[in-house]
């Protein structure tokens, strides 16, 4: 509608008003409805926008009512048709046309001022919109930001400090959003004396529009900045994947250097392993050329002695006879080099013999009055662990390098032949007789020779302890019995049990020991099994017996 109205169509169609009773009715009702226009502060956007739609509502239906009464009146009020006011139609007319005519102007302001209010009120619904509209973007923006701190948060423990500051700025914007809703409140509060403040309103949007382009700036920013950091980060996890290459690389580097210096373990060890056997070949040998040119040393120094006591007479059957009995020691040193490389260590068959002393303990033997005789004790293991575990024992032993260590171990020794010295003890004199691998060196006369008297001289309740290699062992039997080739030949348990017993031993046993290795041993079958018992077995057994 143009803010200009035609006054000759307004005087031909519109009968005339009352523009001072219009406005007093209008200012009335504004002035009734004051009191339900509340302040947008402490109440929710949504109410707030409501209640301020209603208000201008309420505004333009008043506009409307005091448009119709604007117009030029065109018929006579029904009102005053009583009497005493009634008068022709006529006269009704020219007044009519009177009253137009006066209150031209006065219309034409009215209409003036009608078309203003409703273009203050149209721009106030077009305002009310734009908050709506910036109020649903800035809250979209807002949750999008959250939402986006959010992911960071989960991705990015290690900033949590920046993003508690970007919090605290968050928060600063909340507050300042709050302040703006203030703001939004006391317009809205303005709006109601919408005729006085129109031009403040439209300044305070207008500020307002420029505050809100200037938070659309802002939040452009802060997305180009969030955009940075994550290109910052972005960085930070390429050049973490390059340490993590580096390091991966640094280990395999590290696991061969690792892997070198095991090798090189490894043959040093084969180095200290060949320098040890080479120390103690060295040893042996060095032990037995010790030995055997000692041996030598003593024969040619009693032959010397001999030669220089009967020159330069003959020698008799007497002395020849000395000269032959030497001869059976040229031997002793390698027989001991022998031991030492087929035996086994020192420490080795200390620890198996340790079998046998609960049978001493058992047969309460082993004190001065009851002693144990060791036949063949070579290099005095059983002699030392006897003494050790503080039980009377003495050796016998034709080897005079074994005898001469077992003396320089401080062990009791007598070089003498086996079958002599038992024959010259007398009966019940002794608590044990034991022998560890002497036995398969006699011949069987003398073996039994030696039951006989062994039986004699033992105490009642004496015990007897005899080991030998075990020939029920394929291998034993066949094999390995015959590496000592000082042995005469292999004696089955059995056999050596009946001769025990033929003698008059009591409660004869034979227990069997040291069998190969677990790890050589097959799995499986029956067969299997009788096979390991035949090839991996024990190697040797011990005939017990006791005297009654």
Same mark, same amino acid.
């Given at each position: ?136 973007? #800035?809250? $979209?923006?807002?949750? %999008?930001?959250?939402?986006? =701190? !959010?992911?960071?948060? @989960?991705? &990015? +423990? /290690? *900033? ?47 500020? #307002?529009? $420029?505050?809100?382009? %200037?938070?659309?700036?802002? =939040? !452009?920013?802060?997305? @180009?900045? &969030? +955009? /940075? *950091? ?47 056997? #080479? ?270």
């Amino acid at each position: 509608m143009s803010p200009f109205f035609n006054v000759t169509m307004i005087n031909s169609n519109n009968p005339e008003i009352n523009v001072d009773k219009l406005m007093e009715k209008i200012s009335q009702e504004v002035a009734n409805r004051k009191d339900k226009f509340q302040p947008l502060e402490n109440k929710n956007e949504d109410a707030d926008i409501s209640s301020l739609l209603s208000n201008i509502s309420y505004i333009e239906s008043l506009l409307i009512n005091a448009e119709s009464r604007a117009y030029a009146r065109t018929k006579w009020p029904d009102k005053l048709n009583r009497v005493p006011f009634t008068l022709n139609s006529k006269l009704q007319k020219i007044i009519l046309k009177v009253i137009n005519f006066f209150f031209k102007d006065q219309r034409e302001v009215n209409f003036n001022l009608i078309f203003s209010l409703k273009e203050s009120v149209k721009l106030n619904r077009q305002l009310i919109e734009r908050i709506k509209s910036l109020n649903t973007q #800035m809250d $979209e923006r807002l949750g %999008a930001v959250d939402a986006y =701190f !959010q992911g960071m948060d @989960e991705r &990015l +423990g /290690a *900033v949590d400090i920046h993003f508690l500051r970007m919090d605290e700025r968050l928060s600063a914007m909340n507050t300042h959003c709050q302040k703006l809703d203030e703001h939004l409140s006391t317009m809205n509060t303005h709006c109601q004396e919408l005729d006085e403040h129109l031009g403040a309103v439209n300044t305070r949007f207008q500020g #307002m529009d $420029e505050r809100l382009g %200037a938070m659309d700036t802002h =939040f !452009q920013g802060m997305d @180009e900045r &969030l +955009g /940075a *950091v994550n290109t910052h980060f972005q960085g930070m996890d390429e050049r973490l994947g390059a340490v993590d290459i580096h390091f991966l690389r640094m280990d395999e580097r590290l696991g061969k250097v690792d892997k070198n210096i095991q090798e090189l373990h490894e043959r040093l060890g084969a180095v200290d392993t060949r320098f040890q056997e #080479m120390d103690k070949r060295h040893i042996r040998n060095d032990s037995y050329l010790k030995h055997d040119l000692m041996q030598q040393k003593r024969l040619i120094s009693l032959f010397l002695e001999e030669a220089q006591r009967r020159l330069p007479e003959p020698f008799n059957q007497e002395q020849l006879q000395t000269f032959v009995s030497e001869d059976r020691h040229l031997l002793d040193a390698f027989y001991v080099a022998f031991e030492d490389q087929f035996r086994g260590s020192h420490e080795d068959i200390l620890n198996r013999l340790k079998v046998y002393l609960p049978l001493i303990e058992e047969a309460k033997i082993g004190t001065p009055n009851s002693s144990i005789l060791d036949v063949g004790c070579g290099r005095g293991e059983w002699l030392k662990l006897l003494q050790d575990s503080g039980y009377t024992a003495k050796g016998l032993d034709i080897n005079r390098v074994m005898l001469e260590q077992c003396r320089s171990s401080g062990l009791d020794v007598i070089e003498a032949d086996v079958i002599a010295y038992v024959q010259s003890l007398p009966d019940n004199s002794l608590g044990a007789v034991t022998g560890f691998h002497i036995i398969e060196h006699l011949t069987f006369p003398v073996l039994m020779k030696l039951f006989s008297e062994v039986v004699r001289i033992l105490k009642p309740g004496g015990l007897v302890i005899f080991e030998t290699p075990n020939p029920d062992n394929v291998l034993v039997g066949s094999n390995t019995f015959y590496t000592d080739p000082t042995h005469r030949n292999p004696l089955p348990s059995s056999m050596i049990e009946f001769v025990a017993e033929s003698y008059g031993l009591c409660r004869v046993t034979s227990i069997k020991l040291h069998p190969y290795p677990a790890q050589l041993r097959l799995a499986g079958s029956e067969v299997a099994e009788r096979f390991n018992d035949y090839f991996y077995g024990p190697q040797d057994y011990a005939v017990i017996g006791f005297k009654p």
